[in-house]
């Protein structure tokens, strides 16, 4: 269980195109889905918090504008990069919070990730 | 924004050798939890301690928590190659964003 998957897993794209990326929760309903980043060898950047049916939150320095961020029901959200250019490939990874019964606590399981190439 | 930092920032050896490493972080949590991440691929989560904890195991696994020290220690005992991957430590504040450390990569040889 608590299995969340991304689409695509890679995506290449030409400078100037926008890319959506989707994030599923498949066997459970999340209430809160997150969208990081991660540059090579480093770690993982949260750039912004989804919840169904309201407006994202982002983190400072992340542009709302560029990064769109639709959280259509408690099972998906979208992640769009608007107008990409080189400098926005990265992978990107979501995850999707829920609560186990039995831990005691929220837990965040982490989709496969998507790789972005902006040519 | 990244709290933590992990030491060492890699690590080889060899299999059946004993994994550690450590996270530091700066502000008070209400949990701490480990994940690992093979190239490429997104993260698994391995164990969470809570604030009030002092260690836990999972299997292999070993966690230690000092609050006092705002730290963390991973222990990964009898290793093998599979264990080869980056491991993270992340800290929730208890409003579930979880902010990473810069991350582990261990190397087991064969």
């Known amino acids: 269980g608590a299995v969340v998957s991304q689409h695509p897993s890679w995506v290449i794209c030409k400078s100037g195109t926008s890319v959506k990326i989707e994030c599923r929760s498949l066997?459970?309903?999340?209430?809160?889905m997150f969208w990081y980043r991660q540059f090579p060898k480093q770690s993982l950047m949260l750039m912004a918090t989804s919840n169904e049916g309201s407006k994202a939150t982002y983190e400072q320095g992340v542009e709302k504008d560029k990064f769109l961020i639709n959280h259509a029901s408690l099972t998906l959200s979208t992640l769009t990069v608007t107008s990409a250019h080189p400098e926005d490939s990265s992978f990107y990874i979501c995850s999707a919070r829920t609560y186990i019964a039995g831990s005691g606590t929220d837990t965040q399981y982490f989709g496969p990730g998507t790789r972005l190439t902006v040519l | 924004s990244q709290q933590g930092e992990e030491d060492p920032q890699a690590l080889s050896i060899q299999e059946g050798e004993n994994a550690t490493m450590n996270c530091s972080y700066k502000?008070?949590?209400?949990?701490l939890q480990w994940y690992r991440q093979n190239s490429g691929r997104g993260l698994v989560h391995l164990i969470l301690?809570?604030?009030?904890?002092r260690e836990k195991h999972s299997g292999r696994l070993r966690v230690t928590l000092d609050t006092s020290k705002k730290s963390s220690s991973l222990l990964i005992t009898a290793s093998r190659a599979a264990d080869t991957a980056s491991y993270f430590c992340a800290t929730d504040a208890n409003d579930y964003k979880l902010s990473f450390g810069a991350g582990t990569t261990v190397t087991v040889r064969a």
């Open positions: 066997d459970f309903q999340a209430t809160t």
């Open positions: 301690i809570r604030s009030n904890e």
């Open positions: 502000t008070s949590i209400n949990n």
